[in-house]
Protein backbone atom coordinates (compact mmCIF):
# COMPACT_ATOMS: atom_id res chain seq x y z
CA UNK A 1 0.00 0.00 0.00
CA UNK A 2 2.89 2.27 0.86
CA UNK A 3 4.57 1.74 -2.09
CA UNK A 4 1.26 2.16 -3.96
CA UNK A 5 0.64 5.80 -2.11
CA UNK A 6 4.46 6.47 -2.98
CA UNK A 7 4.35 5.94 -6.24
CA UNK A 8 0.97 7.74 -7.30
CA UNK A 9 2.62 11.22 -5.66
CA UNK A 10 6.13 10.66 -7.83
CA UNK A 11 3.29 9.80 -11.37
CA UNK A 12 2.12 13.21 -10.68
CA UNK A 13 5.25 15.38 -9.54
CA UNK A 14 8.45 13.84 -10.99
CA UNK A 15 11.66 15.45 -9.90
CA UNK A 16 13.32 16.29 -13.19
CA UNK A 17 11.40 17.66 -16.04
CA UNK A 18 12.53 16.45 -18.60
CA UNK A 19 13.53 13.23 -20.27
CA UNK A 20 17.45 13.51 -20.57
CA UNK A 21 17.71 11.57 -23.73
CA UNK A 22 15.60 13.67 -25.95
CA UNK A 23 14.26 16.37 -23.62
CA UNK A 24 10.71 15.60 -23.78
CA UNK A 25 8.53 16.78 -20.73
CA UNK A 26 9.05 14.22 -17.96
CA UNK A 27 4.91 14.70 -17.68
CA UNK A 28 4.99 12.29 -20.42
CA UNK A 29 6.71 9.71 -19.08
CA UNK A 30 5.26 6.36 -17.50
CA UNK A 31 7.01 4.55 -14.54
CA UNK A 32 9.58 1.70 -15.09
CA UNK A 33 10.55 0.60 -11.83
CA UNK A 34 12.70 1.50 -8.76
CA UNK A 35 15.60 -0.15 -7.20
CA UNK A 36 19.12 0.60 -5.66
CA UNK A 37 21.92 1.01 -8.07
CA UNK A 38 25.37 2.78 -7.26
CA UNK A 39 23.32 6.15 -6.95
CA UNK A 40 21.05 4.49 -4.00
CA UNK A 41 17.61 3.83 -4.46
CA UNK A 42 16.37 5.62 -7.02
CA UNK A 43 13.14 5.60 -9.19
CA UNK A 44 12.91 5.36 -12.96
CA UNK A 45 10.66 5.74 -16.38
CA UNK A 46 9.98 5.68 -19.72
CA UNK A 47 9.83 8.47 -21.43
CA UNK A 48 6.88 8.09 -24.65
CA UNK A 49 8.71 9.94 -26.95
CA UNK A 50 11.86 8.36 -27.35
CA UNK A 51 11.33 4.79 -25.29
CA UNK A 52 14.21 5.68 -23.26
CA UNK A 53 14.13 4.32 -19.44
CA UNK A 54 16.12 7.29 -17.29
CA UNK A 55 16.31 8.19 -13.67
CA UNK A 56 13.61 10.18 -11.92
CA UNK A 57 16.66 12.50 -10.01
CA UNK A 58 17.00 16.32 -10.29
CA UNK A 59 21.11 16.55 -11.47
CA UNK A 60 23.63 18.73 -9.26
CA UNK A 61 26.85 19.02 -10.94
CA UNK A 62 28.49 19.05 -7.38
CA UNK A 63 26.67 15.44 -6.52
CA UNK A 64 27.80 14.12 -9.66
CA UNK A 65 31.32 14.69 -9.23
CA UNK A 66 31.07 13.46 -5.95
CA UNK A 67 29.30 10.23 -7.36
CA UNK A 68 32.05 10.40 -10.27
CA UNK A 69 35.01 10.16 -7.96
CA UNK A 70 34.15 7.23 -6.26
CA UNK A 71 33.73 5.19 -9.22
CA UNK A 72 36.70 3.66 -11.27
CA UNK A 73 36.65 5.59 -14.21
CA UNK A 74 36.93 8.70 -12.03
CA UNK A 75 39.03 7.29 -9.07
CA UNK A 76 42.77 8.75 -10.04
CA UNK A 77 45.12 5.59 -9.88
CA UNK A 78 41.91 3.88 -11.64
CA UNK A 79 41.37 5.90 -14.00
CA UNK A 80 44.90 6.17 -15.63
CA UNK A 81 44.88 1.82 -15.63
CA UNK A 82 41.33 2.40 -17.60
CA UNK A 83 43.48 4.53 -20.20
CA UNK A 84 45.39 0.85 -20.54
CA UNK A 85 42.13 -1.24 -20.79
CA UNK A 86 40.36 1.10 -23.45
CA UNK A 87 43.21 0.55 -25.58
CA UNK A 88 41.10 -1.69 -28.24
CA UNK A 89 37.98 0.76 -28.48
CA UNK A 90 40.93 3.57 -28.55
CA UNK A 91 42.31 2.69 -31.83
CA UNK A 92 39.07 1.37 -33.13
CA UNK A 93 37.33 4.73 -32.94
CA UNK A 94 40.58 6.55 -34.35
CA UNK A 95 40.86 3.85 -37.32
CA UNK A 96 37.13 5.20 -37.62
CA UNK A 97 38.36 8.58 -37.55
CA UNK A 98 41.07 8.71 -39.88
CA UNK A 99 38.18 6.91 -42.63
CA UNK A 100 36.80 10.37 -43.26
CA UNK A 101 39.31 13.03 -42.03
CA UNK A 102 43.32 13.41 -42.06
CA UNK A 103 44.59 14.38 -38.42
CA UNK A 104 47.31 17.06 -39.60
CA UNK A 105 45.98 20.74 -38.32
CA UNK A 106 42.52 19.60 -37.16
CA UNK A 107 41.48 19.97 -34.21
CA UNK A 108 39.47 17.22 -31.96
CA UNK A 109 37.85 17.92 -28.77
CA UNK A 110 37.28 14.99 -26.29
CA UNK A 111 34.11 15.80 -24.27
CA UNK A 112 34.05 13.81 -21.08
CA UNK A 113 37.92 13.20 -21.32
CA UNK A 114 38.23 11.22 -18.16
CA UNK A 115 41.99 10.52 -17.57
CA UNK A 116 42.92 11.57 -21.12
CA UNK A 117 43.16 7.66 -22.54
CA UNK A 118 41.65 8.67 -26.37
CA UNK A 119 43.38 12.38 -26.41
CA UNK A 120 46.44 11.04 -26.33
CA UNK A 121 46.12 7.96 -28.76
CA UNK A 122 44.44 11.35 -31.19
CA UNK A 123 47.58 13.65 -30.45
CA UNK A 124 49.57 10.43 -31.36
CA UNK A 125 48.43 10.37 -34.61
CA UNK A 126 48.48 14.10 -35.22
CA UNK A 127 45.14 15.80 -33.98
CA UNK A 128 45.26 19.04 -31.91
CA UNK A 129 43.59 17.73 -28.79
CA UNK A 130 41.44 19.11 -26.08
CA UNK A 131 39.37 17.84 -23.43
CA UNK A 132 36.96 18.89 -20.93
CA UNK A 133 35.45 16.40 -17.81
CA UNK A 134 33.59 17.03 -14.69
CA UNK A 135 36.34 16.00 -12.53
CA UNK A 136 39.47 18.09 -11.41
CA UNK A 137 41.76 15.10 -10.58
CA UNK A 138 41.15 13.99 -14.20
CA UNK A 139 42.17 17.33 -15.55
CA UNK A 140 45.40 17.71 -13.88
CA UNK A 141 46.52 14.10 -14.71
CA UNK A 142 45.41 15.11 -18.43
CA UNK A 143 47.59 18.37 -18.16
CA UNK A 144 50.38 16.64 -16.42
CA UNK A 145 50.45 14.63 -19.61
CA UNK A 146 51.03 17.90 -21.18
CA UNK A 147 47.70 18.04 -23.15
CA UNK A 148 44.95 21.02 -22.83
CA UNK A 149 41.87 20.11 -20.90
CA UNK A 150 39.40 22.48 -18.92
CA UNK A 151 37.45 21.30 -15.69
CA UNK A 152 33.55 22.01 -16.55
CA UNK A 153 30.22 20.50 -16.98
CA UNK A 154 28.56 20.96 -20.69
CA UNK A 155 29.48 22.14 -23.62
CA UNK A 156 28.85 25.82 -23.30
CA UNK A 157 30.57 26.72 -20.34
CA UNK A 158 33.40 24.89 -22.28
CA UNK A 159 35.76 27.90 -23.50
CA UNK A 160 38.51 25.68 -25.56
CA UNK A 161 41.53 27.12 -27.47
CA UNK A 162 39.33 26.75 -31.14
CA UNK A 163 36.21 28.54 -32.09
CA UNK A 164 35.22 25.32 -34.09
CA UNK A 165 36.41 21.82 -33.54
CA UNK A 166 36.89 19.30 -36.72
CA UNK A 167 36.17 16.27 -34.74
CA UNK A 168 34.42 16.01 -31.50
CA UNK A 169 34.10 12.68 -29.95
CA UNK A 170 31.81 11.58 -26.87
CA UNK A 171 32.57 8.12 -25.74
CA UNK A 172 30.90 6.76 -22.79
CA UNK A 173 30.18 9.92 -21.63
CA UNK A 174 26.32 11.00 -22.67
CA UNK A 175 24.48 8.40 -20.56
CA UNK A 176 25.58 11.37 -17.70
CA UNK A 177 24.29 14.15 -18.96
CA UNK A 178 21.09 15.68 -17.78
CA UNK A 179 19.91 17.03 -21.04
CA UNK A 180 21.08 15.48 -24.19
CA UNK A 181 18.70 17.01 -26.94
CA UNK A 182 20.66 20.88 -25.34
CA UNK A 183 24.24 19.15 -25.00
CA UNK A 184 23.82 17.85 -28.67
CA UNK A 185 22.69 21.22 -29.96
CA UNK A 186 25.72 23.03 -28.63
CA UNK A 187 28.18 20.27 -29.94
CA UNK A 188 26.29 20.98 -33.19
CA UNK A 189 26.99 24.82 -33.18
CA UNK A 190 30.69 24.05 -32.05
CA UNK A 191 31.53 21.64 -35.05
CA UNK A 192 33.21 23.12 -38.17
CA UNK A 193 31.12 22.50 -41.07
CA UNK A 194 32.01 18.97 -42.38
CA UNK A 195 33.20 18.26 -38.70
CA UNK A 196 32.47 14.98 -37.48
CA UNK A 197 30.81 13.94 -34.04
CA UNK A 198 32.15 10.45 -32.84
CA UNK A 199 30.05 9.32 -29.96
CA UNK A 200 30.91 6.04 -28.66
CA UNK A 201 27.45 4.75 -26.77
CA UNK A 202 25.66 2.25 -24.50
CA UNK A 203 22.56 0.92 -25.15
CA UNK A 204 21.14 -1.71 -22.90
CA UNK A 205 17.98 -1.00 -23.20
CA UNK A 206 16.55 -4.27 -24.51
CA UNK A 207 18.21 -5.63 -21.31
CA UNK A 208 16.07 -2.92 -19.41
CA UNK A 209 12.93 -4.17 -20.73
CA UNK A 210 13.82 -7.86 -19.92
CA UNK A 211 15.10 -7.00 -16.28
CA UNK A 212 11.85 -4.65 -16.23
CA UNK A 213 9.51 -7.52 -17.53
CA UNK A 214 11.64 -10.09 -15.04
CA UNK A 215 11.13 -8.00 -12.22
CA UNK A 216 7.44 -8.96 -12.35
CA UNK A 217 7.89 -12.11 -11.77
CA UNK A 218 11.00 -12.44 -9.65
CA UNK A 219 11.92 -9.38 -8.17
CA UNK A 220 15.34 -9.61 -6.99
CA UNK A 221 16.15 -11.32 -10.53
CA UNK A 222 14.56 -8.35 -12.37
CA UNK A 223 16.68 -6.06 -10.44
CA UNK A 224 20.29 -7.83 -11.06
CA UNK A 225 19.37 -8.03 -14.85
CA UNK A 226 18.22 -3.80 -14.44
CA UNK A 227 21.45 -2.94 -12.56
CA UNK A 228 23.33 -4.73 -15.40
CA UNK A 229 21.45 -2.82 -18.01
CA UNK A 230 21.98 0.73 -16.19
CA UNK A 231 24.75 0.63 -14.28
CA UNK A 232 25.09 4.27 -12.96
CA UNK A 233 23.78 5.55 -16.28
CA UNK A 234 20.75 8.41 -15.91
CA UNK A 235 19.06 6.82 -19.00
CA UNK A 236 19.30 4.02 -20.99
CA UNK A 237 18.17 5.49 -24.97
CA UNK A 238 17.46 2.58 -27.55
CA UNK A 239 20.31 3.76 -30.15
CA UNK A 240 16.79 4.20 -33.39
CA UNK A 241 15.99 7.11 -30.76
CA UNK A 242 19.68 8.34 -30.84
CA UNK A 243 20.11 8.27 -34.27
CA UNK A 244 16.40 9.92 -34.81
CA UNK A 245 17.66 13.05 -32.04
CA UNK A 246 20.85 13.51 -34.04
CA UNK A 247 19.00 13.89 -37.44
CA UNK A 248 16.86 16.55 -35.60
CA UNK A 249 19.63 17.85 -34.37
CA UNK A 250 20.23 18.07 -37.75
CA UNK A 251 23.29 16.08 -37.70
CA UNK A 252 23.95 13.47 -40.63
CA UNK A 253 23.89 10.13 -39.64
CA UNK A 254 27.23 8.60 -41.36
CA UNK A 255 27.08 5.53 -39.72
CA UNK A 256 26.19 3.08 -36.50
CA UNK A 257 27.45 0.13 -35.40
CA UNK A 258 28.27 -2.30 -31.89
CA UNK A 259 31.67 -2.86 -34.68
CA UNK A 260 34.40 -1.42 -32.59
CA UNK A 261 32.50 -0.66 -29.63
CA UNK A 262 34.25 -3.75 -27.24
CA UNK A 263 36.63 -1.67 -25.02
CA UNK A 264 39.38 -4.25 -24.78
CA UNK A 265 40.77 -7.42 -25.97
CA UNK A 266 40.35 -8.52 -21.97
CA UNK A 267 36.58 -7.76 -21.33
CA UNK A 268 34.84 -10.89 -20.19
CA UNK A 269 33.94 -13.62 -22.70
CA UNK A 270 29.86 -12.88 -21.79
CA UNK A 271 30.82 -9.58 -23.39
CA UNK A 272 32.71 -10.31 -26.08
CA UNK A 273 30.08 -13.18 -27.07
CA UNK A 274 26.97 -10.56 -26.73
CA UNK A 275 29.02 -8.37 -28.71
CA UNK A 276 29.52 -11.01 -31.36
CA UNK A 277 26.24 -11.70 -31.59
CA UNK A 278 24.70 -8.16 -31.49
CA UNK A 279 27.22 -7.34 -34.70
CA UNK A 280 25.77 -10.61 -36.68
CA UNK A 281 22.11 -9.54 -35.49
CA UNK A 282 22.73 -5.62 -36.54
CA UNK A 283 24.65 -6.54 -39.91
CA UNK A 284 22.15 -9.07 -40.93
CA UNK A 285 18.43 -8.33 -39.68
CA UNK A 286 18.79 -4.54 -38.21
CA UNK A 287 18.04 -5.76 -34.54
CA UNK A 288 20.13 -3.99 -32.33
CA UNK A 289 20.83 -6.21 -29.04
CA UNK A 290 24.07 -4.88 -28.36
CA UNK A 291 26.00 -3.54 -25.45
CA UNK A 292 27.18 -0.90 -26.74
CA UNK A 293 27.74 0.84 -30.32
CA UNK A 294 29.56 3.65 -32.45
CA UNK A 295 27.78 6.42 -34.39
CA UNK A 296 29.60 8.70 -36.60
CA UNK A 297 27.51 12.13 -37.86
CA UNK A 298 28.63 14.74 -39.99
CA UNK A 299 27.75 18.80 -39.89
CA UNK A 300 26.71 19.31 -43.49
CA UNK A 301 28.87 21.41 -44.85
ZN1 LIG B 1 12.78 10.85 -24.14
Not at 38 to 61: K, P
Not at 192 to 219: E, F, H, N
Not at 237 to 243: F, T, V
Request: net charge positive; glycine share 8%; with cysteine.
Amino acid sequence: MSAQLSQQKFVSTPQTEICPACGASSKQASPAWRFANARGETEWLRCNCCRSYFMDGSYSLESEVSHTIQMTWGDAEQGAQLNMFKQRMYKSILAQILKHTEPQGKSLLDVGCAYGGFMQAAASAGFDVNGFDIVPQAIDFVKSHGMTAECCGTMCDFTGAHKKYDVITVLDANIYWPDQATELANIYNRLADGGLLIMRVVDKSWLATVGAGLQKLSPERGRKVLRRAVNDHRFSMPIGSLLELLKKTRFNVVSASPKGALHSDDTSLMVKLSFGIGIALWQTMGVFLAPGAVVIAEKRS
